[in-house]
């Protein structure tokens, strides 16, 4: 007990003491009723102040757990723990340079999807959509950013450090996964009623970023700001329907474990030079390949395998042999 | 008698007990590490008051957050406006909590209970 619980309940010491008396009294022979009465009375008040206790503290526990659970999906898991366990200290300027593996995605024309649907309908199709897309994020251990209408950004490497490569992986196998649970919702959405097959533009980009408390003292947002964000961002704006692209600095990270295309130049805005970037294939390359169809001809074409300049060379080739391809 | 006036922090409720005009004011949060230290020096000078007969005293209470430490001072509060009121002093308490906060208004009426000092109950619109 410390100095100050000591003196709060000094009341309760003095009943103690009066009790102490009381029963070395009862020694000598002496028997004060109206003392005892006074002690039960005491008590009896202890014990009425103690349950009116007990029942605030045990309600307060359970607003508590309440709000902890509505603060759960606010924020992203990973930084909910922190803030919960008091390691996350809720402070504005309290930022660190961290390198982190940075992921965009959109859909495709929402804007049109949108017009299409009435309100009710759209934040069905939307939260259904980011239901889903969120599972996953959670599943490789991401940190959801934010939800920017129907754009998601997430980062891995903060809270939580593993490894460069380990973010990065993580990160991609995660659009991956993210685009094959795509597929798997068309058919879902369809039987709903839209006909259109929804697809999202993903971008993954890596470097050293800002990390931690913006904003205000009033309102803060756990966020990320730098100069891989911005290229994470301007990546996925060139991304075509379902295609992840990744940065050159990413790509360094996975290119042993995740079959991508060859570096494709991109004038991207804010950025003075055309910046490399690379599509993913698939893990497994020898599962998945990209599809072509127009004009009756069906063509099979692995980017981890041909690069662009190869493929165009082969066609070439075929068809001034007449081969059929 | 003199008038005593404690700034509010943000742990602790402003205070300000004036015997000139019969009144204590508390307002704000009350959660401080030890509450014993900030309302102790209150309550010595509340019983140092109602040492003389006939006295008067109006209190106005006004707790957004309040916690377990604080309210068994506050029920040490009571407990001497009770005996005050008892003795024959006027005593007058009113409490007040933010409108929809039940918490607060269950705290206030569960710490009034069997007490037959006049007080009131009021609900503070924003």
């Known amino acids: 007990m410390t100095v100050g619980e000591k003196e709060l309940f000094w009341r309760e010491r003095q009943l103690l003491e009066r009790s102490k008396q009381l029963l070395e009294a009862q020694a000598d022979g002496f028997i004060p009723t109206a003392e005892y009465q006074k002690l039960i009375d005491s008590y009896a008040e202890l014990l009425a102040e103690l349950s009116k206790l007990t029942r605030r503290s045990d309600k307060t526990l359970t607003r508590l757990n309440e709000l902890k659970l509505k603060l759960k999906r606010y924020v992203s898991p990973p930084i909910y723990k922190r803030i919960t366990s008091g390691q996350e200290m809720v402070e504005i300027n309290k930022t660190r340079r961290v390198k982190l593996s940075i992921f965009y995605s959109d859909i495709v024309g929402f804007t049109l999807h949108s017009r299409d649907m009435e309100g009710e309908a759209l934040s069905t199709f939307l939260n259904s959509y980011l239901e889903e897309m969120t599972n996953i994020i959670n599943k490789h251990g991401g940190t959801l950013d934010k939800y920017i209408g129907d754009a998601i950004m997430v980062f891995f490497g903060d809270p939580d450090f593993s490894s460069d490569e380990d973010h990065a992986l993580r990160c991609v196998r995660m659009a991956l996964e993210m685009r094959s649970r795509l597929k798997e919702m068309h058919r879902y959405w369809f039987e709903l009623g839209y006909a259109n097959p929804l697809h999202i533009r993903m971008g993954i980009a890596t470097g050293y970023v800002s990390v931690g408390n913006f904003g205000s003292s009033e309102r803060l947002d756990y966020t990320i700001i730098g100069s891989p964000v911005n290229l994470a961002s301007r990546i996925q704006d060139q991304a075509g329907e379902d295609e992840i692209l990744i940065s050159h600095t990413t790509w360094a990270l996975v290119k042993d474990t995740i079959p991508c295309s060859e570096a494709i130049y991109m004038n991207l805005k804010g950025f003075s030079q055309a910046e490399p970037a690379h599509a993913v294939v698939a893990e497994d390359s020898d599962d998945t390949l990209e599809i072509l169809e127009d004009a009756g001809y069906c063509l099979q074409y692995n980017p981890a395998k041909l690069s662009l300049e190869e493929l165009i060379r082969e066609l070439s080739k075929r068809v001034q042999s007449d081969d059929p391809i | ?126």
């Open chain 2, 1 to 126: 008698m003199e008038k005593m006036r404690i700034s509010a922090s943000k742990y602790t409720p402003e205070i300000i007990y004036d015997p000139a005009t019969y009144t204590l004011s508390i307002e704000g949060e009350s959660w401080p590490e030890n509450a014993f230290d900030i309302y102790m020096p209150l309550l010595e000078k509340l019983e140092a008051y109602f040492r003389k007969p006939g006295q008067s005293l109006k209190v106005d209470v006004m707790l957004d957050l309040m916690n377990t430490s604080s309210r068994i001072m506050y029920r040490e509060l009571i407990n001497l406006l009770q005996r005050a009121h008892d003795e024959g002093h006027s005593v007058e308490m009113k409490w007040f909590y933010q409108a929809g906060d039940e918490d607060m208004q269950e705290d206030w009426e569960e710490l009034m209970e069997d007490c037959s000092l006049p007080y009131h109950i009021v609900e503070r619109e924003e």
